[in-house]
């Protein structure tokens, strides 16, 4: 590159980025407008810009990293792992860090003898969740077992299965022509909807194929929150009318919750589980799809048959991933990360509770381990309060996504009790200034 063209692209990276990226999510016509933030690099739990500005990464970069940027132990294990191999395939051969790894989740797992089929993106697990319930009936000879029980609030990712299951909204309704048909219960704020969940499965039991749901928290649905108890009562449901239980852990494993896995705090022993987000620490792309013992047999058969799941993704079991999974699984145990998930949470909500509950803006605030949304109670339509309030968060140093009018706090896992104090600081005063 030549000195002039290099100075000439040292400035405006907004407009060079409108240029040529797209982002999810975002209106790109006026993606420049709403001051997006460009980082350049990670510093600990803060993101710096461009232009040098320091912001406290209070989402976590949606939901995926847990134990703060630039970690040194995670590092490191990618750069040995690139020393061996970045990636070979999975299909049909193995890799020896996929090994170590599956063997290493296989002892944590709330599932019953459970076996590993990678993918990239929390949305690929649940597809391949549900195609796997579907096809354990089939191989079983048992046929008609192709539609899904969902709630309403859902999200598990965005391709048509995922969409499918999901309850909509966001945009998404204009798919809807290419949604499949799904059964709906109500969402997590409905006090009925674990009896009226447990009354479709019975009505509909020879239909359905499983049964999927986020457990204790729906994160996009403005973290909805249900109990340990509800989950049990679903699980007896699914098992008394022998209906798979596919759990989506995207969001809420790897500690985000205070327990390793959500299902723990149930002691939900799913049939298939979908993990994905955290389970790098937010380093590399990984999902995983689990399924228990009983799930895996059925698949096993003659070599080329039709019993084998006819389904692999080209990066499936990464080995820089696996890598830094596997170093991921045992800092949080080394570290003592689910403590202070614990810790920090109580704290939050206790900080949350004196200071901004109380601010007359604020509708109500919720919170699971480190996952908290508080919600927001504008006066009426098309005030955009949570796409303000999160913007004065920003000016402020703080960076915040909302979700809709719902402000959602994911800080990292490692979070410690100052970082707190400046979050909830910081909320208060943008909420103060904005919801009047
Ligand atoms: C984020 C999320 C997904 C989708 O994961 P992607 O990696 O974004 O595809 C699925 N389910 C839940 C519960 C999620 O929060």
Known sequence: MHRSEESAT???WVQRDAAVVWHGFTQMATFDSNSPVIVDHADGHYLVDVDGRRYLDAISSLWVTTLGHNVSELDNAVRAQLDLV???????NGNRIVIELSEALAKVVPLDGPHFLYASDGASAVEQALKIAFQFWTNQGIH??????????????????GISVG????GTDIFDPLR???LRAPDFSDSRCFEIATQLIEENRDSLAAVIIEPLVQGAAGMQLCSPTDLARLEAACQANNVLLIADEVAVGFGRTGTLFACEQAGLRPDLLCLGKGITGGYLPMAATVANDRVYKEFLGADLGERTFYHGHSYSGNALAAAVALRHLSLIHEWKVLENVVERGVELGEKLAARVATLPGVRAVRRCGLMTGVELAPPSQGLRWGRKVTAACVTRGVLIRPLGDVIVLMPPLTVTSSEIDTIVATLATAISEVCT
Not at 86 to 92: I, S
Not at 144 to 161: C, E, K, P, S
Not at 167 to 170: M, S
């Open 10 to 12: 040292d400035t405006g």
């Open 180 to 182: 499949f048909d799904v």
């Open 167 to 170: 309850a909509g909204g966001f």
């Open 144 to 161: 008609g077992r192709h539609r899904y029980l969902a709630f309403g609030g859902a999200y598990h990712g965005d391709t048509v299965g």
């Open 86 to 92: 970045a990636h070979t395939t999975l299909l049909g």
